[in-house]
């Protein structure tokens, strides 16, 4: 070899190592640890699926000279299989095949491709213990990718408008370490850099407290919830509620309290498990929150979360169009905090307690709001002009009407204060703090009775349970006893006592109600209810505890919550529907025939 070429050799080998070294320089910090992680697939790699004789750990993916053109110098074939990308209706990104990066990833995680199957071996690599493929568990994603988070799509502004609570993708660039691909596409390696386990699961940060979640994900209300915030952790009893994480609280956990990015049993959403109420039980069954909510859907009466999976969409309308109840159609997971609403008998308008933050409602007027501000709006979504509402009522009124929305309107003649003060200005039996300007909730009435006010007074309760009409003892879910049993032959109606209508007594002076000289009040209560009289009329004949909703209420029942149980109270001969009108403060009169007496009129 001439002096020329000896030299221009040594130069090249000189460059050569220059090269290699700078390489080395650069790409040590991030790679050198690969070959003690999973991903090392050689002879001496660390895991349980490793080949049995094949040395080199690049190969399995890399290859020097004649690589696939898909990648940097990519050394396996890509997989020819037709995916079933993840859909729901919140997606606003086109869900197509993925591409890039992530194509690459799924040569070895779809399993179709055999792992040893690379270009620049006349044979596949042969691996121990007879394996070709991945052998399953959480990396084997397959082909049906509608239970992973969606990749290869264009995550630019237009989405960001389009689909909201997203970062802005100008954010996804160096030097953060969640980056879009070429293209601004997001790809597996958005979230997984191939050659860095430092994190686990070759993360490019670690998802403690959902890090990583929260780079593109802005939830509203997120920074409030105690599912971001509560440090609250497992007291070990079955089952496990984060059965896939390392964290040991439910911040640490945060997101994936609830969700799983890949192999997630509800599929839409990544929700962890397919029934949506299965997502909450875990930890609201008193081993992680204080409360066992769960036990509470075992009660006669419930809410029937468990009765529907599959029909609740995050977009569905406001007024419910398909009769469903879901835990998240009360309670915003992303919102939810320990906050306490206002306690019961104040003359403003109640307050939400921090549960029921960030819910969607429907206004007294019917209009959409977002958020709701009212506990009765929330309940109108299902109770009003929604599938809720149907024309059967627990008790059957002369006055039929059963939209709840429609039962308060304060123009009626006559409601309980619910979505306004009430109109009566002389209400006697009211006991402290209740008074005339007082504003009531729905669960006041409709609560789980072991609740916090389902025993004792509102400045002092005792009760002891969860707040929230979840499940309760007694029918309708009400919250304390209201016995409605009327006696068409008298004796064989309900006996008046505390425990009889203590749902009644919660607000209303047993004692003046019972009294025969109350001034200002119906002076013949006590003879309807008591178990002297012998006419055993329940509080239920006579009033509709929600309101006087017809246009006819005025003629047929001008006040008083008025609305005869149609069933037990009939219209005198004569005088059309039955009815009571109001004489003077407290007197009234009636016109119509009950327990086969006629009363008409009667006046008191």
């Known amino acids: ?16 190592l220059t090269l290699l070294t700078l390489l080395t320089m650069a790409v040590a910090p991030g790679y050198a640890g690969i070959s003690t992680t999973k991903h090392n697939l050689s002879v001496n790699g660390p895991g349980t699926v490793k080949a049995t004789g094949e040395a080199e750990i690049c190969v399995f993916c ?5 690589a696939a053109p898909s990648g940097p110098l990519w050394n396996r074939n890509a997989s020819t299989a037709t995916y079933t990308p993840y859909t729901s209706s919140t997606r606003k990104s086109v869900a197509g095949q993925p591409n890039g990066a992530s194509l690459l990833c799924l040569s070895c995680h779809d ?26 568990g959480n990396t084997l994603l397959g082909t049906d990718l509608s239970d992973d988070h969606p990749v290869s799509f264009v995550y630019d502004a237009a989405l960001v408008t389009a689909r909201g609570e997203l970062a802005a993708p100008t954010t996804l660039v160096k030097p953060s370490p969640v980056r879009l691909d070429g293209g601004g596409r997001l790809q597996c390696t958005a979230c997984h850099d191939p050659h860095d386990d430092t994190n686990t699961k070759f993360l490019v940060v670690a998802n403690t407290a959902s890090a990583l979640c929260n780079t593109c994900h802005l939830k509203n209300y997120w920074t409030g919830s105690d599912h971001k915030n509560a440090t609250k952790t497992w007291n070990n009893i079955a089952p496990n509620p984060w059965p896939h994480t390392s964290g040991t609280t439910v911040a640490a956990n945060a997101c994936e309290s609830c969700h799983r990015p890949h192999t997630a049993g509800g599929g839409k959403r990544l929700l962890n498990y397919a029934a949506e109420e299965s997502n909450c039980f875990p930890c609201h069954n008193g081993n992680v929150a204080a409360k066992n909510i769960q036990a509470e859907f075992n009660k006669t009466s419930i809410h029937r979360v468990a009765s529907y999976t599959g029909i609740h969409d995050p977009t569905e309308a406001a007024s419910l169009a398909s009769a469903h109840v879901e835990c998240v159609d009360c309670h915003n997971p992303h919102a939810a905090n320990a906050t306490a609403g ?29 958020p709701a501000t009212a506990e009765y709006e929330i309940c109108f979504r299902c109770h009003a002009d929604g599938a809720g509402n149907t024309p059967a009522a627990s008790t059957p009124r002369v006055i039929l009407q059963n939209n709840k929305r429609l039962e308060f309107q304060t ?7 619910v979505a306004g003060a009430g ?17 009531v909730k729905c669960t006041d009435c409709h609560n789980n009775d072991t609740g916090l006010y389902s025993s004792g007074t509102p400045s002092a309760p005792t009760g002891t349970g969860p707040n929230g009409p979840h ?6 879910l009400l919250e304390r006893q ?20 203590a749902l009644c007594y919660k607000c209303h002076d047993r004692a003046s109600i019972l009294n025969q000289n109350s001034v200002g009040s119906f002076p013949l209560h006590w003879y309807h209810i008591d178990v002297s009289s012998n006419v055993h009329a329940p509080c239920n004949t006579c009033h509709d505890p929600h309101g006087i909703s017809s246009t006819q209420g005025s003629v047929l029942s001008n006040s008083r919550l008025i609305n005869f149980n149609s069933a037990v109270v009939t219209a005198s001969p004569g005088n059309g529907a039955a009815r009571w009108e109001r004489v003077g403060t407290a007197g009234g009169r009636c016109y119509l025939t009950c327990h086969g007496i006629n009363h008409n009129p009667w006046t008191y």
Do not use: C
Not at 115 to 134: H, S, W
Not at 411 to 417: E, R, T
């Open 423 to 439: 109109r009566s200005t002389t209400v006697p039996s009211l006991l402290a703090p209740w008074t005339t300007s007082s504003r």
């Open 1 to 16: 070899m001439n002096r020329y070429v000896r030299g221009f050799a040594i130069a090249g080998i000189l460059a050569l």
């Open 471 to 476: 499940g309760s003892t007694y029918p309708l």
């Open 62 to 66: 890399h290859a020097p000279h004649n």
């Open 342 to 370: 206002s306690i019961p008998g104040g003359s403003a308008a109640p307050t939400l307690p921090g549960s029921q933050t960030g819910v969607r409602g429907i206004n007294v007027s019917g209009i959409a709001v977002d």
């Open 482 to 501: 209201y016995l409605k049993a009327d006696g068409a032959n008298q004796a064989a109606g309900t006996n008046e006592s505390a425990a009889a209508y």
């Open 411 to 417: 123009g009626n003649p006559s409601f309980h204060p």
């Open 111 to 136: 399993g179709t491709v055999a792992l040893g199957q690379v270009l620049n071996r006349a044979t596949a690599i042969t691996m121990a213990g007879g394996v070709t493929t991945l052998p399953g």
